[in-house]
């Protein structure tokens, strides 16, 4: 399996809060059958410079790389950002390339919670014009798509992958997250699952019983193949979906 979203260096967000926690973090991650992960870190740069924090971030990168393999533990840590999507950020987005997974195109994305899904929208679109691929982190967080799940297809069609939480699936995020992940999975509207992982106890990387939940409930052994003709996808649009999980993989050289 491969993460692409985890907050898993130290010291430079909320996430791991320790070279230890990070360590366990991945040892974690590996046990449940992860052998590759983005370590997308917080990137929100309305209140701090952000050549500064790139920086910050690819030193704290290249430390964590080195501990690893000081450890033995089989992971391939990639570089990548959760990018918070504010009026700051689209600025810079027209200055400067931004940290895409893998140093490639493709944007891990995020908004305040309470965002609307149009100006969500919006933003989203002024981006793939400069030329990104976007994922969409925890779509099934934010409160119009708990109030109104229908919204996200649109967002579907505009080729966003879609990235639902472990936490979210296992219910440690609310009813409402949790209803709304098993709409997006049901639908065949997620694109990704990945772990969201803060630390080593609470939020974790253990993906094992995700993949297992996934296989058993989404995997079209049960519920997957009639949600799927319900879900009325384009079949273009869904193929186009699959060419960028394909593309990423590629930027990784996991294949
Ligand atoms: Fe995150």
């Known amino acids: 399996m491969i993460d692409l979203h985890i ?6 967000d909320d996430g791991a809060q320790s070279p230890e926690d990070a360590l366990e973090m991945a040892r974690i991650a590996a046990d449940s059958g992860v052998r590759a992960m983005a370590a997308t870190s917080h990137g929100d740069f309305s209140h701090c410079d952000p050549e500064e924090y790139l920086n910050l971030y690819d030193r704290r990168l290249m430390e964590f790389r080195r501990l690893l393999e000081e450890h033995k533990i ?33 944007l891990l994305v995020e908004f305040l919670f309470d ?23 925890h779509p099934e967080r934010y409160e119009f798509a708990k ?19 472990r936490g979210s699936i296992l219910g440690q995020l609310g009813r409402g997250a949790a209803r709304t992940a098993d709409w997006l ?12 992982a803060h630390d080593p106890v609470l939020r974790t990387s253990d993906l094992e019983e995700t993949a297992r939940i996934l296989d058993l409930y989404y995997g079209g052994k ?12 384009n079949p273009e649009v869904r193929r186009k979906y ?5 593309s990423i993989l590629v930027i990784l050289r996991e294949i």
Do not use: W
């Not at 907050?7 to 430079?12: A, K, M, N, R, V």
């Not at 992971?75 to 810079?92: A, D, I, K, P, T």
């Not at 997957?224 to 009325?232: D, T, V």
């Open 185 to 196: 999975l049901s639908m065949g509207l997620a694109g990704l699952v990945a772990s969201d």
């Open 7 to 12: 907050h898993i260096l130290p010291g430079i």
């Open 222 to 233: 049960r519920v997957g193949n009639s949600a799927r003709e319900k879900s009325c996808q």
């Open 74 to 106: 089989p992971v391939n840590v990639y570089s990548g950002m959760e990018l918070m999507v504010n009026r700051s950020f689209l600025r810079l987005a027209e200055q400067r390339p931004l940290p895409g997974i893998g140093g490639g195109r493709y």
């Open 242 to 246: 699959k060419q960028h999980l394909a």
């Open 115 to 137: 965002t609307s899904g149009s100006l969500a929208l919006e933003r989203l679109k002024r981006l793939q014009r400069l030329g990104y691929q976007l994922i969409l982190a």
């Open 147 to 165: 109030r109104d799940p229908e919204r996200l297809k649109e967002f579907y069609r505009e080729g966003i992958l879609l990235q639902v939480n």
